[in-house]
């Protein structure tokens, strides 16, 4: 990719100044892989390290953290602590990429729930060729995949994907679409993303999508297999899951997998907030984890989910695989070790948040809810349909597709933002409650670059560099810990000299002898 760059690629790297020992060492890995990068373009990739807070002017200073941010790198807080003071810095992990007349932002800080601070920086130079070769990637592909949002079948709408279709509008070219039965509705379309419909698929829908697959066409599926809304389950307290009838079990059968008409309850689990009392008229709550909301922490090596932050879902169900020739299947979400399911019709009640959970109840471990399929797949009407409509030249039916890919997520919620009462949009993955972020939308934008990139760039998310910390508590605790582990090492290599001294004294000593 960087031999056939055939302009400079500049990038200001705002990682620069005094900074703690891991920021030095994230900073030196940026910048051994821009050397290796620019190596390989033939000095088409230029970089220079900028210290935003260098300048002592501090409107100035303050005006720079102001464009940076607007353009899309987020400052990070540093609390540097000595033993008798600790002070405050803004840093900003992050570069600003341009090639030709187009601009963006990269950041190189990644997160990840339950992480320490060293395994997120270990994480994020474990992921910086991908960022970099990623970024570049987008920078220089003159013309962007087209990608499609289902409509027409009650899927999520504008609103609920805007965030979602915003993210991916920087990489790709993003439309919705209907199909009404027009055989041509997909032709422009390289990739489909179906998020959460709640009303049947007539055959003709079906079909279409079944040959937009057959012919080369790559499809996310974000399905709801159950039919439940929280909203309603707040006003009554009390709500029963019934099962949503799609009319597309048959189809994703043939292609390899089932969302089974269940829920997946996980003590691992976002929180909602729950009235506990009343203080006269003023109604108190109180933030208790909601099993129906599972937090997906990705276990899986596929580069789609290594090393991403929590997952959050909303109703998931389980889904199961087919066993189906050429087919093949890799998980990329499953639950918590304390997860159960609940079949089909499923009572859902609020009141189980105010007693404590069985554990012998949640002894269900690994429930997959979301799967890749990769290989040839297979018509679902093959041998399905008259001759008149296979013998067809203008619907130029296909039994079998060539070397395809599909991601079935057995939630729709998943690539849903929140949006107010008054129509404000919140970021895809953002939880109202606990003000975090959750990964959602970087498993979004993951699974679309594997689906739509056979570069194999992502793949470079594989990575894997070992960390191995001594513990900070013990260490500033024992001084016997710090000598032993700078003497130790010195006293065994006296030790090994000595040993090769007493042998070769003996080796010469026996040859003089012999002579």
């Keep these: 990719m960087a031999k056939k760059l055939d302009d400079v690629v500049y990038l200001k790297i705002y990682l620069e100044g005094d900074l703690p020992p891991g920021f030095r060492r994230l900073r030196n890995s940026v910048r051994e892989i821009l050397d290796e990068f620019r190596v390989y373009s033939g000095?088409?990739?230029?970089?220079?390290?900028?210290d935003p807070s260098a300048n002592p002017n501090e409107k100035e200073r303050m005006s720079l953290y102001k464009q940076l941010s607007e353009k899309g790198l987020n400052p990070t807080n540093l609390?540097?602590?000595?033993?008798?003071?600790?002070?405050?810095?803004?840093?900003?992990?992050?570069?600003?990429?341009?090639?030709?007349?187009?601009?963006?932002?990269?950041?190189?800080?990644?997160?990840r729930m339950g992480s320490s601070p060293e395994e997120?920086?270990?994480?994020?130079?474990?992921?910086?060729?991908?960022?970099?070769a990623g970024a570049i990637r987008r920078l220089t592909t003159p013309v962007a995949t087209h990608i499609g949002f289902l409509q027409g079948h009650n899927e999520l709408d504008t609103r609920h994907i805007s965030d979602a279709a915003r993210a991916l509008s920087e990489f790709y070219k993003i439309d919705t679409v209907r199909i009404n039965g027009r055989l041509d509705a997909l032709h422009d379309f390289q990739a489909l993303i179906i998020a959460k419909p709640d009303s049947q698929f007539d055959e003709k829908d079906k079909f279409i999508i079944d040959q937009f697959i057959m012919n080369g066409g790559r499809v996310l599926w974000a399905i709801d297999r159950m039919e439940i809304n929280l909203d309603s389950l707040q006003e009554n307290g009390t709500n029963v899951a019934i099962p949503n009838e799609l009319n597309l079990d048959d189809q994703l059968f043939h292609y390899g997998v089932r969302i089974n008409p269940d829920l997946v309850l996980d003590l691992q689990a976002a929180p909602i907030p729950v009235i506990t009392g009343y203080t006269g008229n003023t109604p108190k709550q109180q933030l208790f984890p909601w099993y129906y909301f599972p937090l997906f922490n990705p276990e899986s090596k596929n580069p789609i989910v290594h090393n991403l932050n929590a997952i959050k879902c909303e109703f998931v169900s389980s889904l199961d695989t087919i066993e189906v020739p050429g087919v093949q299947k890799t998980i990329l979400l499953t639950s918590s070790k304390f997860s159960r399911l609940q079949p089909s019709p499923a009572r859902v009640s609020l009141n189980m948040l105010r007693e404590d959970p069985d554990p012998s109840q949640f002894n269900r471990h690994g429930i997959p809810v979301a799967v890749l399929l990769e290989g040839t797949f297979t018509s679902n009407y093959k041998n399905r349909i008259p001759d008149a409509v296979s013998e067809s030249k203008e619907i130029g039916f296909k039994e079998t597709s060539s070397a395809g890919k599909m991601i079935v997520i057995s939630d729709g919620d998943v690539i849903s933002n929140f949006v107010s009462k008054k129509g404000s949009i919140f970021p895809l993955g953002y939880d109202r409650y606990t003000n975090q972020t959750f990964g959602n939308k970087n498993f979004l934008l993951n699974c679309m670059d594997y689906l739509c990139d056979d570069s194999g760039v992502l793949a470079l998310r594989a990575k894997e560099f070992k960390l191995r910390l001594l513990d900070p508590a013990k260490v500033a605790d024992s001084s016997f810990i710090r000598w032993f582990s700078v003497l130790v090492p010195v006293l065994l290599m006296m030790i090994a000299g000595f040993i090769r001294n007493l042998l070769r004294r003996k080796k010469y000593k026996s040859v003089s002898g012999n002579s």
């Design 43 to 50: 000095s088409n990739i230029e970089y220079e390290f900028i």
């Design 120 to 132: 997120m920086l270990n994480i994020s130079i474990e992921g910086l060729e991908y960022e970099i």
């Design 79 to 111: 609390e540097e602590r000595g033993k008798d003071q600790s002070s405050r810095k803004i840093i900003f992990p992050g570069a600003i990429l341009n090639y030709k007349s187009k601009e963006m932002a990269l950041t190189f800080l990644k997160s």
